[in-house]
């Protein structure tokens, strides 16, 4: 069986470099499935969490923003931000929703801002469901 290789680059760091044999991520209108000789494209990343496959196992992490880049069997994700589970702190994340859910209750008047918090926690309940 043919395999990927997966490569996830942040501007801080090379998160991740692992073959695989298919992955899920979440691109910016809905999850994508890639398997091997998949077609070559470009396209935005969502947030959410990105699933693997690999010839034992599988791993999961959370992803925030940036590009997904298809070419031959070679992905690589461009991300804004990565965090894998070990990185998440889960006693804080409760709060955290509260206190971006208290935002938005009281910024009904600036769009922009709203946008904002409204990314904030879905970043927010891509880390809780990768905790689950």
Request: charged share 25%; hydrophobic share 40%; proline share 3%.
């Amino acid at each position: 069986m043919k395999t990927l290789q997966l490569d996830i680059v942040t501007p801080s760091r090379a998160a991740l470099s692992v073959v695989c044999k298919n992955v899920y991520i979440p691109a910016e209108d809905g999850e994508m499935g890639i398997l091997e000789s998949h077609e070559s494209y470009v396209t935005l990343m969502g947030t959410g969490i990105v699933r693997i496959q690999k010839e034992e196992a599988s791993e999961s992490l959370c992803v925030r923003g940036g590009f997904i880049e298809v070419s031959d069997d070679q992905i690589t994700l461009l991300a804004d931000e990565v965090k894998f589970a070990r990185e998440i702190d889960p006693k804080t994340l409760p709060a955290e929703m509260t206190e971006v859910d208290q935002k938005l209750a009281t910024s009904q008047d600036s769009a922009i801002l709203q946008a904002q918090l409204l990314d904030e926690k879905k970043w927010l309940q891509a880390q809780l469901d990768l905790q689950a």
